[in-house]
């Protein structure tokens, strides 16, 4: 379980079983993983979890995060503020999906309505036997975001090995991000991108891509 390689295709090609599980990612709100009063001014602010949010949970992986009680037996104070501004960052950034109102090209309403329904046991996938899969999405008027989020329905297997995603400029396709493992999740942050037209292309995938959700978002100014 520590080897370099766990999964690749040479890895799992004549496994007799298959087992997958998720990484895990053990962090304190605090310097400690108990609680002493020095620390009360050293609890992690609500970008810093944000940022460590992203690189765990938006990375295909379970975030456990300590809150260790005080002498008292509750929840500090320091740390009741840092969680409420970090829950504020992730519902000012995930209310609402930019993608929700897009006219998905070549896919009908059942298949669209799957892509946005927040429910990681439905799935869009390709109709034939394929290791690709290109969507685009076109709204009325452009929008500004700056998060990419994807999930697989993991229930079927995480197969998805390469993806890029496109906006369209001027008639010309241009990247703004791309990445490899998507998973349970994949969250993606970028430089902001202005556009009514994006596209997603699954370059690689282990049989057909089961992708569950797809969204853009744009995150609050966080200071």
């Given amino acids: 379980m520590r080897g370099d390689d766990i999964g690749s295709r040479k890895k799992i090609l004549n496994a007799k079983g298959l087992v997958w599980y998720p990484a895990e990612t053990?962090?304190?709100i605090r310097p400690g993983w108990f609680y002493h009063e020095n620390e009360d001014g050293k609890v992690k602010t609500p970008k810093h979890l944000n940022d460590i949010y992203y690189t765990s949970v938006g990375m295909n992986g379970v975030l456990l995060l300590n809150i260790p009680p005080d002498k008292r037996g509750l929840v500090h104070?320091?740390?009741?503020k840092t969680l409420q501004g970090w829950e504020e960052i992730r519902t000012q950034t995930f209310s609402n999906n930019l993608l929700k109102q897009a006219k998905v090209k070549g896919l009908g309403w059942l298949k669209r309505k799957k892509l946005f329904d927040?429910?990681?046991?439905?799935?869009?996938?390709?109709k034939r036997k394929a290791d690709k899969a290109t969507i685009e999405f076109n709204l009325k008027?452009?929008?500004t975001f700056d998060v990419l989020a994807l999930q697989e329905n993991i229930k079927l297997g995480q197969r998805v090995e390469?993806?890029?995603v496109y906006y369209n400029n001027n008639?010309?396709?241009k990247k703004f991000t791309e990445g490899t493992t998507i998973g349970y999740k994949r969250l993606l942050r970028f430089n902001k991108v202005t556009a009514n037209r994006i596209k997603l292309e699954i370059e690689s995938s282990r049989l057909n891509p089961y992708l569950a959700e797809v969204g853009l978002y744009l995150q609050p100014v966080i200071q």
Avoid: M
């Fill in 118 to 126: 927040e429910n990681d046991g439905t799935h869009y996938t390709t």
């Fill in 26 to 28: 053990d962090v304190s």
């Fill in 171 to 173: 008639g010309t396709w």
């Fill in 141 to 143: 008027s452009a929008v």
């Fill in 162 to 164: 390469k993806f890029s």
């Fill in 77 to 80: 104070a320091a740390d009741i």
